[in-house]
């Protein structure tokens, strides 16, 4: 039907066009006109079809792209907000590197570019430890149970696909929390365990302080007054306090 629809509408539109040039030679007589109009409108199509497909949908095709991230750093700052903050608090509580990270990662507002790009490169590179008991361990599982929902409603939401890493760290949140609540009762986690679900812990430890870093610098270059309370948040830095002196 709607083949249909716009076969009629071109044949249309070429008949109305044959009429108008016929009506402006019956007034003007001036067919050398007409043919040289017609000429030059065929030599501006190409031009025309270059500025549409090439500059206007490259232009709206970056405002799409640009609305979209702008909705995944929202997502983003959602989870921080919600669960990641708290569970790199409930993870840098049981590193026994912390003040080396924390010295690292205390970000503070005279952070440029360089020293983001530092930290990037520090998150992904250092050899990420954690030393959980059995307490530290039932701790982390009912902070992730009770978060469970809102983590299930973000993996749902289609624009995680412009976000591989952002994914990939909610794949692993859940990994963690899927092998703990395998776990009939975690009181009575043998060694081996504990050894597995630290290893689980270390994977979205890692993923999440990287994505942290992302975030803290878009914070920085595009909402100072969100990243001076994640700054005052910050889970690496034991003397981060939320009031202002």
């Known amino acids: ?8 509408f071109w044949v249309s539109a070429l008949v109305a066009s044959i009429l108008m040039y016929i009506v402006q030679y019956a007034v003007f007589n ?5 043919i040289n109009s017609f000429l030059g409108k065929i030599a ?15 232009i709206l095709s970056d405002m799409e792209k640009s609305a ?12 921080f907000s919600e669960t990641g903050t708290k569970s790199l608090k409930y993870f840098s509580k049981i590193d026994p590197n912390i003040e080396e990270i924390g010295n690292k990662l205390k ?8 020293d983001f790009k530092n930290a990037l490169n520090y998150a992904k590179d250092r050899d990420y430890t954690l030393n959980a008991s059995k307490e530290d361990i039932i701790k982390i599982y009912e902070f992730l149970s009770k978060n469970k929902e809102f983590l299930m409603r973000l993996l749902e939401n289609p624009n995680l696909m412009e976000h591989e890493h ?20 975690l009181h ?16 979205s ?23 001076s309370l994640a700054m005052r948040r910050n889970p690496f830095d034991k003397s981060a306090k939320t009031s202002l002196k």
Request: hydrophobic share 45%; no cysteine; glycine share 4%.
């Open 1 to 8: 039907m709607k083949t249909k629809q716009h076969k009629i």
């Open 30 to 34: 001036d067919y050398l006109g007409i």
């Open 44 to 58: 501006f199509v190409p031009i025309q079809v270059f500025l549409i497909t090439v500059v206007i949908s490259g």
């Open 68 to 79: 979209r991230l702008e909705k995944l750093n929202i997502l983003i700052g959602t989870f």
């Open 107 to 114: 970000v503070t507002d005279s952070w440029v570019d360089e």
């Open 166 to 185: 952002f994914t990939e760290l909610l794949r692993a949140v859940f990994h963690l929390l899927e092998e703990l609540e395998s776990r009939e009762n």
């Open 188 to 203: 009575e986690s043998s060694d081996n365990d504990i050894m597995h679900l630290n290893g689980d812990m270390v994977r």
């Open 205 to 227: 430890y890692r993923l999440i302080t990287i994505e942290w870093v992302n975030y803290m610098k878009y914070l920085k270059n595009n909402y100072p007054y969100l990243f």
